[in-house]
């Protein structure tokens, strides 16, 4: 497995790498996993760029970034040929499971690196993983299992902790000792995916903001974190848009959070230790990850759409199929919130978030003892993986 080149020092004369990043536009996860990466990397890199569109592109600035390069509303095509303008200029593509433009880099005569949170879950992993110079996977329940079984992913596997860090005290949740007036979290980030409309994204939003402001005793804020997109929809006072340090510092400071329940949120959870209610699913990977965290005990309180008159599954089709889930999640969101439907959907939700919540802030969340079982610190040995990469293998064109 590649985790052996951790032995293999890189020359501390070699010319110091270029690297283009990219994160996929599903959800905030990869953006998020993308952003505190480049952070990382800046220092020891000669160039760093950004090549994507869409809502990735709230997270990526410059600095660190030395050029960002947007690509909303591109064709295939036209990111193809931008591409092989720019592959002279970098050693290595480095994707957060965009596995569509890995491909697309490597036709542009790129060599491609790529960071998956996501290894467990895959029905099956795109052959560009296998075929990458590096594929970084971040550890979760059965990643290592599923790596030692395929011969392709094993050879130039590095499996990382979570990419979250060893947080200072300061940013370690701290308890509700004030009489209520610590703010709740509401933290709507990864509503934005190809299998719905930017609408449907609004509407889960709204519902939400809704019925947590409605749990809440008189006086205590709620804050709310997502999209730029979705917050200038919502139009509202207490919806911003946050790097992930602020974030952290929202968690920390908070009585409680209630979150959508994407990994990146998940393993924020369990850096800071706020304790949480995950809310219901908006995509495949939040139903299941909030499944296995109920099932091996790291979860304080969850809901999901049957707990609010959905249907009790989601009726899919082929496991072949994962977006499957994510469609029916979208159909039963839905029907649940027409005109006809919705002020009782409202009610439900509302009574259900205050009954969920009614514990929460007296302990610690249980998702802080995920850092005992995955670790911390994936950044430094991610940047540390391609870094090594690029100083073992060279460097492509003129400098």
């Known amino acids: 497995m590649a985790d052996d080149m951790a032995d293999d020092a890189a020359d501390p004369g070699a010319p110091r790498p270029r690297l283009l990043l990219n994160a996929q536009p599903f959800g905030f996860g990869p953006p998020a996993a993308t952003a505190v990466l480049a952070r990382e990397l800046a220092p020891l890199c000669d160039e760093l760029g950004y090549f994507g569109g869409g809502h990735t592109l709230d997270l990526q600035h410059r600095p660190p970034y030395h050029a960002v390069y947007g690509t909303t509303g591109l064709s295939d095509g036209e990111r193809l040929a931008w591409l092989r303008r720019l592959a002279p200029r970098y050693d290595l593509f480095v994707t957060a499971m965009d596995f569509a433009e890995a491909a697309l880099a490597r036709r542009a005569g790129l060599n491609v690196a790529v960071y998956d949170a996501l290894t467990w879950f895959w029905p099956e992993i795109p052959a560009v993983a296998g075929d990458a110079a590096l594929y970084i996977a971040q550890d979760f329940f059965g990643v290592r299992e599923r790596i030692a079984a395929d011969p392709a992913l094993r050879r130039n596997a590095v499996i990382v902790p979570p990419i979250i860090p060893l947080l200072p005290p300061r940013q370690i949740w701290r308890g509700g000792s004030d009489g209520g007036r610590q703010h709740v979290l509401l933290n709507l980030g990864g509503l934005q995916n190809p299998y719905w409309e930017p609408s449907d994204a609004v509407t889960y939003a709204r519902l ?82 909030a499944n296995l965290l109920s099932t091996h005990g790291f979860c304080d309180a969850r809901l999901d759409w049957p707990d609010i008159g959905g249907p009790a599954d989601y009726a899919v089709g082929s496991p072949a199929a994962p977006e499957s889930i994510t469609k029916a999640i979208v159909s039963v969101i839905r029907q ?64």
């Not at 850092?371 to 690029?390: D, N, Q």
Request: glycine share 10%; proline share 5%; net charge positive.
């Open 208 to 289: 939400m903001l809704d019925a947590v402001r409605a749990a809440q005793p008189a006086g205590r804020p709620v804050v709310v974190t997502t999209s730029r997109a979705v917050a200038a929809a919502l139009d509202d006072r207490d919806v911003r848009t946050d790097d992930p340090d602020t974030v952290l510092d929202l968690m920390s400071g908070a009585a409680y959070a209630c979150m959508t329940p994407g990994l990146g949120n998940i393993y924020d959870a369990a850096a800071t230790g706020v304790p949480t209610l995950w809310l219901p699913s908006a995509n495949e990977t939040h139903h299941l990850q």
């Open 336 to 399: 649940l919130s027409t005109a006809q439907n919705l002020p009782t959907l409202r009610d439900r939700l509302s009574d259900a978030v205050a009954k969920s919540t009614a514990g929460l802030g007296l302990a610690p969340g249980r998702a802080r003892a995920l850092t005992g079982r995955f670790g911390h610190g994936g950044t430094a040995e991610a940047a540390s993986a391609l870094t090594r990469w690029v100083g073992r293998n060279g460097v492509r064109g003129t400098r």
